[in-house]
Structures are given as C-alpha cells and as structure tokens.
C-alpha cells in the first residue's frame, strides 16, 4: 500500500512540475514514468521449450506473474540451452544471469548432496507427501537453509506424480534377473540398481530410442505415460513395468536469485510465491489427467503389455536403498539433518497412509 | 497495464488541475484516489471463524489477496452466523449481501442435486483426483454451468483429504453389523446406510459428543484425525474405523459473485483465481501433516483402537451406493451429465492407479 503511494506521489510530483508544458509532453512524460516501473525478469528452465508438464508449467507461472502485476513484473522463459545449457540453471540463478529457475534439485548433488531429498527419493514421499512436508512440515525451510549459500531461494513448482517403473526388454520375475541388467537408470535408482548386481547406464534423452532398439541397453526409464507416450518408448520395448519405486513423486523446483527476490516490492514478491504455489498444483494435476489419458492409449491402442515388479525384487531393492543412503548420510552431518527430518515425516505419513490413501485405494481399486 | 497507465493518467490530471493550490492539498488529492481504488469485499463461511483447516484457508487466502493487490483488495472474513448462517452461504454471495463464500457443495443439493458431485462422493475421487479432474478434466467448467443460473462462480478451495469412517461403540464384523446401527452420517453416505438396514441421523455438531456417550447413537463420522481429536470424539468411542468410504476426499469451495467478480479489473481478478488455487493446495497440506500428527496423538497417547471395515462390508455398501446414484439420475438429465463425467474420469482415474499409488502404497507400506 505505502509503495503505491510512493508511486502515485512521484507521479503526482512529475504532473505539477511539467504542468506548464504542453499536454502531449505531459502524457509522454507519464508514460515513461509508469514504463520505469516495469520489472523484467529471465527465468531458465532445465526443459526443452514447452515441453508438454515440465516445460509448459513456467510458462504458466510467467502468465500468472504478469497479469497478476498488471505487467509491473515481466518474466521471459528460456528453454534448456536457449540462454544456458539444461545443468547450468543452478549457477546461472546464482549469479544472477537470470532471476529465477526452474528444474529439479537432484540435479544439484554435487553442489550439496542433501538436495536430492527435495526432488524424490526411492521408496520416499509421494507428491502429496513432498507437498505436505514442503509446504506445512517444515521441508522448505530446510531446502532454504541448503540453498541459502548459493544466493538461492527454493520453492515447489510442480510435480511429475509417481513415475512408472520403466520399459524393459527383459523379463524381471526375481531378484536374479537384476544381475546384469543394462538399465538407463541415472542417480540413487541407479546406485541401488548397481549394488543389485545391474549396470546403470546414463545418457542423454536422444540417445535412448536407438539404444534400447539395437539392444545396447536391456531398459530404461523415463518418466510416466505422458511423456513416455509422446517420446515414443512403446516401439522400443516389450514390457512396461511398474510402480516407479525410484520416484515415486518428483518435485520440480523454481528458485530465485535471494537479492533479485529481495529487491521486489511486497507485492510483487508475494505474487511471484503464490503464482509457484499455484503452479505447483497445476503440473501435478496436469500429469494425473494426461498420464491417465497415455496409460489408456498405451495399452488400448498400442497393445502395451503392463507388467508388475515381483514383491521380492521390490523388497530387495528397498532394503539396498536404505543401505546406500546410511552409508551416505554416515560421513555427512549436513545430508543427515536432512535425511533425519525427511525419514521422520515419511515414517508418519505411512502410518497415516495405512489408514488413509493406502486402505481407501485397496478397497476401491480391486 | 492499460489500466495502469489509465489510473496513472487520471491521477496525472487530477495533479496537474490541482497544481496551482498548495503542496499539503495536492498531496491529500492524491491520497484521496488511491483511496478510490480499494474494493472492500466480505467472505463468509460454513466454518466457525479460525476452526482448524476450514476456517483457517479463507483468512489465508484473504491475506495473501491482500498482500498481492498491495491492499487495492481487501477481504473481510466472516464466520458462520457472524453475518449469515452457515448454511446460508450460498443465497447470500448470490444475492451480493457478500461477494463471496467458502463452504461445501454438497449444502447445496437442495438448489441442485448435481453439486454433491463437486464435494465428495461415496467410493468416488480422492483430494487429487478431484483436483485433476477439476482443474484439467473438466470438472470444473461443468461446475461453472451449474453454478450459473444462480450469479455464481465456483473454484476448489480446499480438502480435508480422506475421511475417516468413524467413531464407533459396536463392532462392525459383517453386513449384519450394519442392520440397526445408529449413525450420524447426513447426505448420500446415510442414504446408503439406511439401505442396509441402518438407521442414519443427523444432528448438530455439538450434540455428537453426549449423543455418542449416552448411546443415542452408536457411532459418528466427523472429519479426521486432526478436527477428531480436537473434538474429543475419542472419550466417546470405543473404535476409530477406516477409511473413510462416504467421503475419500472432500473438495472445499470458494464461490464469487458473478457480478462482482467480473467488475474487477483484470489484475485483481487473476489475483483471486491464483490465491484461491495456492489455498486449495494449501489446505490438503495441512491436513495431510495435521492428521498424520493427531492420530499418532490418538494411538499413542490416548490408546484408541484402529479398525478396518471388513472388505465384504465395503462391498456392499460400494454396490448400495451405485444403485442409489442410479436412482438419482434416472429422472434427472442435468445430474446424469455430471454424473456420467465425473464416472469416466474416475473409472480412467482408477486404472492409473492400480500402476501407479496403489500399486506404489501398496509395496511401500507393507
């Protein structure tokens, strides 16, 4: 409030001391007044341009800002490499080449290994979980205190919903089918895969196609029917297995350079956090209705055959992630706070589940 | 910015045709239209002011208005019976007493039979399935439709997340358990309840509590664990059952104004829309981590015992709720049609999730 009247009195100043002036210059001289006030903002994303969930959603959040600001904040979307390259969005919000971002903190490992557990985790949190925890338990505060030494502040901005657990040529009926199974399969899914006696493979997304057509690799995993559907892995492979025991619900990520974020106006800086709210429910809701849609087509029009991981290999691979992240976490007082804080909501949000989402699902779905 | 540039330039003239009197008077001038420009509106609701959850989101979100438009908007929150009676919500934002409301959509089957279906329904949608559904299934736009004819505009305002199924004094081991037993369980869930031979009750909320203890019933549902255990319901009770069958996920609403809503400028109007979508996720959070806390809180501390429904108890009273949904649409074709989308998005809905959170529940918390 005080802020627009700061504004209106500069311009009320500017009107009386050009009111001898013609009125032309009068108006242009507003004009230029209300243009100073305009904001632009770049925001880099990890994603080709509108990328049907992930690269769609910044557009919408840039929408949102804009109107909600009456086009005091303008913010461009660049798509992966347009400005910098799709693993350069962290450093380039850091340094203020652009204002904000949008990808995913597994990404960021290597500058702080506890991000990952703001992203997904095997056998973790599903998307309403992540949401819950972020938002009202105490999980973005963490994430800010992890990105606060970058000049980053973090915040949902959307989610994949639970992955599928991929496209296979090989049958997986038991623990021993892991045992040299070439699976394009990157991060802690990977690691986990490996100690099962798998061959994680990573590569770039162009490369996966051929890769699992001449046999090069056995599977891989993309990300769920909707995007896997458009990138066309049905022609590739036998079997779609499932559920995506290495994501279970991937949170995307905005985040804003912490003085560019400062230096806004009240307004304008709630605008910006409730338009990410806003847009964190819109992908999640986005990928429920079109994963729906490419599930149906997958199976009804291409023949897909579903295939369910065997309860034993499931358990065998929960047990290998519990053991990965304990040695992780042993040498690292920092990824253990976070992992302590992630591991005591998930711990109570499956007892809540076994009551809840879990009971009901059983009951209405068989 | 057109509006901007407008409000600019009125301020602008009012400026410079004051610019021959004094300073102090100019500056009132200018104080007195950005006066102008703040719209005051009144929000009233279903919940006692400030009740946990429900009563809390409208204050949020009139806040976060607030705060986005740099006061232009300000919203006045109203508990029930502070200006309308809880069930009184709707009439009063058609008529414009309020410009807008925040309530349930199934208080209002009386003026339309088809809005339960924008609440919750018996074995229907979970929080997520409605919000997907709404948001880009459809859903919404035939909320609008109905919403119309009475000056109204409908946005998902909330969730309470699954239900519970309630607090119990008798056992319930099989369909014959149901025969006689006295609940307090109002709309469609007690019209199932009554075909199994039940007798459903509705009363107050706060002649739940003696009623259960005296044996005037012999169970309740109220909300979950967080609102339950605030309730107290636990010193009445000797079982706490779930899930909660009637309601797996009560959509919250806000509703506007039609006229009102419109006579925004576009800014303040997209300000509402976005806030009302940040509260909807907003209130699901904090179910979701209130309740997971509450009933750890029950278990541990206060002893309650945990049951499930037996599965054929579900089964029956899933096949007594089709046949009265079929009954209801029968004669009614505007019901039918919401009716019949609301079914194929959650028959769509459902074999999404056997692949993905049931299947993934399912592993995960065994």
Aim: aromatic share 10%.
């Amino acid at each position: 409030m005080r802020k627009i009247i700061r504004w209106a009195s500069a311009i009320f100043l500017t009107a009386a001391s050009l009111s001898l002036l013609g009125c032309g210059t009068e108006k242009a001289a507003v004009k230029e007044q209300v243009k100073q006030e305009t904001i632009k903002w770049k925001l880099v994303t990890s994603w080709p341009k509108n990328f049907p969930g992930l690269g769609v959603a910044p557009e919408r959040f840039a929408e949102k800002v804009g109107k909600m600001s009456g086009g005091r904040l303008t913010i461009k979307v660049y798509g992966a490499g347009e400005l910098v390259p799709a693993l350069q969005v962290f450093d380039a919000v850091s340094a203020g080449t652009a204002q904000m971002g949008h990808s995913g903190a597994y990404y960021w490992k290597g500058k702080s290994p506890e991000a990952q557990f703001f992203s997904t985790m095997p056998f973790g949190m599903t998307a309403q979980e992540m949401n819950a925890w972020l938002h009202n338990g105490g999980g973005l505060e963490l994430w800010q205190e992890v990105y606060a030494p970058f000049g980053l502040v973090p915040l949902a901005g959307g989610n994949t919903d639970i992955q599928m657990g991929g496209w296979f040529n090989k049958e997986i009926n038991s623990v021993s089918d892991l045992e040299g199974l070439k699976m394009r399969l990157p991060g802690l899914g990977g690691e986990v895969l490996k100690r099962a006696g798998g061959v994680p493979v990573n590569m770039p997304g162009g490369e996966i196609f051929t890769s699992l057509q001449t046999g090069a690799i056995d599977a891989t995993e993309w990300v769920g029917p909707y995007n896997d559907l458009a990138f066309g892995l049905h022609k590739a492979a036998k079997y779609y297995y499932y559920p995506g025991w290495h994501e279970p619900g991937t949170t995307i990520e905005f985040m804003a350079n912490k003085a560019a974020l400062e230096a806004l106006p009240e307004d304008l800086r709630m605008i910006v956090e409730v338009a990410a709210k806003a847009t964190n429910e819109e992908m999640l809701d986005e990928y429920m209705v079109q994963n729906a849609k490419a599930l149906k087509i997958l199976v009804n029009e291409h023949g897909v055959e579903l295939r369910q991981f065997p309860p034993e290999v499931m358990a065998r691979l929960k047990a290998l992630t519990e053991e990965v992240l304990q040695e992780q976490v042993a040498t690292d007082p920092q990824m253990k706070k976070v992992y302590d804080a992630y591991m005591a909501f998930l711990n109570d949000a499956k007892e809540y589940s076994k009551v809840s989402s879990k009971a009901y699902m059983e009951l209405r779905d068989n």
